[in-house]
């Protein structure tokens, strides 16, 4: 879906100067920058709600809970870690 947000010129000279820092688009940052905020507390990107995964180990033991915000957050993480470690090699 595309939008068009309106930015004063210094935070867009910020948001691009990082974005390039990071070897990634302006879009790519903007993404990140959303699902991080929306993954904060308080936020929910879907309805709360049990998410049904399959489980190993011992079916009588304690059973595992997690939540949309917190698979939003390991994904945001996951990306800035794989966003880091791609500049990284080019740097090298």
Known sequence: ?????ELPPDLMRRAKARA???GESLKSLFKRAVVAELAKPGYLLER????QLPV???????????SNLAIARIL??????????KVRSRQK
């Open 48 to 51: 709360p709600g049990k998410v």
């Open 76 to 85: 945001a993480k996951d990306d800035v870690t794989t966003t880091r470690q």
């Open 56 to 66: 190993f180990g011992d079916p009588k033991g304690k059973s595992v809970q997690i």
């Open 20 to 22: 390039a820092e990071k």
């Open 1 to 5: 879906m595309r939008t068009t947000v």
